[in-house]
């Protein structure tokens, strides 16, 4: 055997020992730093991923649903969230996410918070990824077009461009209904808006809440046609969560009796709920 | 014409070219458009001081934190990748191969669902930014590294040997601070990849105190429908990379006089 392969082997069995020493170093980091889980008592209560805290998954903006005002978020649903967290006592500290992490149900599956407040209709697909609350709110589908123009249907845009935003309803009923339109995908509302407002697109598609409130704060553009899709809003909770689901019913419920829910409402969309 | 005219006539229409170049993107574009979305002198103000305090700090923070993990873990990889151990080398080879070839921004949100999947727990957000820029960084750090401890010249290695070091430690006294000496340009060059990357953090799914530069620049838009907060958020990033730059100028300039 040669010099050089002794040294080698000399090498190698004196630097094994190094890299697991490493290895291990790591691994014990990285267990360190993570969190645990707030484990409540018994199968009733509710139990929060971070104590204290009730934190809300959405996705902004979605005025006036939630949508940055200063240096807060507000709007409607964070002031629903609002009722359920002093119910059960605590804050709402809202996380900022792509809006795909929150319909498949993925953000709430992997902790990253309690419940889902983002304008979300609930649809059957969604309903076999998370859990939805009763129904808060109605909407349909409305389309949005700068002043001058008069695409009042679907079918009037046919070679145009309609610009829908990533994994709502709005896109699904385009990709349905809207036959020989081009489609134009944008992550978020505000995005999909300046679209519409700069003529980067034609038409945009959205819920009609959002849209009706766009148009009233910029004259430059309007809404020329609703399409009765007949949709129902639900706060989100992960799949099993019933204690939350419970609680947010209970809130929801007592808020619509004691008058809360229409003092919301009047508070971000100026009028009464429709009964 | 002569060949040094001609050399000057070439000159001269090279000049020309960029000269006309300028004027036509000048006279093309909108100014006032352009001044009204990206100069609202208004809109900046409000930007401040956050940009500063939170979003600025926030980058610089992810930044850091993936650098030290990838550095740790490229450092780990190099000796596995350099270990007459064959699983090891193999293991550090496919590692390094593939969060070399696969987007960013699929390990993020790969790793920002996965991981509390795996094991059930809700991980801290400023470990999972570590992780996750780490893992990037990590492979690319490995490689450089690995380069860095191969150009250390032999010799060393057989003289610290024959001073009687085992070879752990003429590895860990010897060769890597001289490896670590070679490669402190690339790995500066690391960080501002690094430092770019650490823009995919919103995939995460952030809340307003732990915005960093892109995101935050993004939400300015979104509020004011004015694209200033994205000038803003890209002239701070520019604030963070030229000096880096410049310290990489610097470090190679050193590299080279020691040579």
């Known amino acids: ?275 | 014409m002569s060949r040094r005219n001609r050399t000057r006539a070439v000159r001269t229409a090279q000049y020309g070219v960029l000269v006309l170049l300028v004027v036509a993107v000048a006279l093309a574009a909108d100014w006032s458009e352009l001044r009204r979305a990206f100069f609202d002198a208004e809109v900046a103000r409000e930007q401040f001081p956050d940009v500063v305090t939170t979003a600025l700090v926030n980058t610089v923070v992810y930044t850091v934190l993936g650098f030290v993990f990838g550095l740790a873990l490229g450092l780990l990889l190099a000796l596995m990748r350099l270990s007459p151990v064959p699983p090891y080398r193999w293991l550090a080879v496919a590692y390094i191969e593939f969060f070399r070839g696969v987007p960013a921004l699929l390990v993020f949100i790969a790793l920002g669902f996965g991981v509390p999947l795996a094991f059930q727990v809700s991980i801290n957000q400023y470990v999972t930014v570590m992780l996750a820029l780490g893992l990037v960084g990590a492979a690319y750090m490995a490689e450089t590294i690995r380069a860095g401890i191969q150009a250390v010249p032999k010799g060393q290695t057989e003289a610290a040997r024959s001073l009687g070091m085992s070879s752990s430690r003429a590895m860990v006294s010897i060769v890597i601070p001289q490896a670590f000496r070679i490669v402190l340009p690339p790995l500066a060059n690391e960080l501002i990849l690094l430092t770019k990357d650490s823009s995919l953090v919103y995939l995460l799914g952030l809340s307003m105190d732990q915005y960093e530069l892109a995101k935050f620049g993004r939400d300015a838009l979104n509020q004011h429908r004015s694209l200033t907060p994205i000038l803003i958020a890209g002239l701070f990033y520019l604030a963070i990379t030229l000096p880096l730059g410049h310290l990489v100028r610097r470090l190679e300039a050193r590299a080279a006089r020691a040579r």
């Open chain 1, 1 to 275: 055997m040669s010099a050089r392969s002794t040294r080698q082997r000399q090498h190698g069995r004196s630097r094994i020992p190094l890299v697991t020493a490493l290895a291990a170093a790591l691994v014990a980091a990285a267990t360190a730093c993570s969190s645990t889980k707030t484990t409540g008592g018994g199968g009733s209560e509710v139990q929060l991923v971070d104590a204290g805290k009730l934190t809300t998954c959405t996705h902004l903006p979605y005025e006036p649903f939630q949508f940055r005002k200063g240096k807060q978020v507000v709007g409607f649903d964070v002031d629903l969230v609002d009722l359920v967290a002093r119910d059960l006592g605590v804050e709402q500290k809202i996380v900022d996410t792509p809006f795909e992490g929150i319909q498949t149900g993925e953000d709430l599956n992997a902790g990253k918070c309690d419940l889902a407040a983002a304008g979300m209709t609930i649809t059957p697909v969604r309903e076999k990824n998370l859990d939805f609350s009763r129904s808060y709110f109605e909407a349909t589908q409305a389309l949005l077009v700068r002043k001058g123009d008069t695409y009042g249907s679907l079918g009037a845009l046919k070679g145009r461009k309609l610009g829908v935003q990533q994994s709502t309803t709005g896109e699904e009923y385009a990709k349905k209904h809207a036959k020989g339109v081009e489609t134009v995908q944008f992550e978020d509302l505000g995005l999909l808006l300046t679209a519409v407002k700069t003529g980067k697109v034609d038409a945009g598609i959205n819920d009609n809440g959002v849209l009706y409130d766009y148009a009233k704060k910029n004259p430059d553009t309007k809404v020329t046609a609703e399409f009765d899709t007949g949709e129902q809003y639900g706060l989100g909770v992960r799949t099993g969560n019933d204690a939350l689901r419970a609680q947010i019913d209970k809130t929801i419920k007592k808020a619509k009796r004691n008058g809360r829910y229409d003092a919301l409402y009047k508070k971000w969309f100026g009028t009464e709920p429709r009964t």
